[in-house]
């Protein structure tokens, strides 16, 4: 079995092409077993305040007790801040998968 990095996956998309299209999405949850498919989920789309609308339903979420995930593209500093869970950005250990 390969080891596979999400960090480097997500590193390797080339962001300076405009590919319209879920295509590179698909494939990384595909690699994953489209966990997506086991949960509810909320989309949030539009042209602005995404990630601010993204952050608040997340936290009135959290506040009902219930566990939560976040999902936000792009990141500033660090890739995990893509992927947060209840409020804290994944473990470093949880990108790598062997």
Do not use: W
Request: aromatic share 6%; charged share 20%; glycine share 10%.
């Amino acid at each position: 079995m390969t080891k596979f990095n999400c960090g480097d996956y997500l590193s390797s998309l080339n962001i300076d092409v405009m590919r319209f299209g879920l295509d590179a999405m698909k494939g990384l949850l595909a690699k994953f077993g489209n966990p997506q498919d086991d949960y509810p989920t909320i989309l949030v789309a539009g042209t602005n305040g995404k990630g601010s609308t993204a952050a608040m339903v997340a936290s009135i979420m959290k506040q009902s007790s219930r566990r939560v995930g976040l999902y936000t593209s792009p990141h500033l500093v660090d890739v995990r801040e893509r992927i947060v869970v209840n409020g804290t950005k994944i473990p470093v250990r949880a990108l790598d998968s062997t």
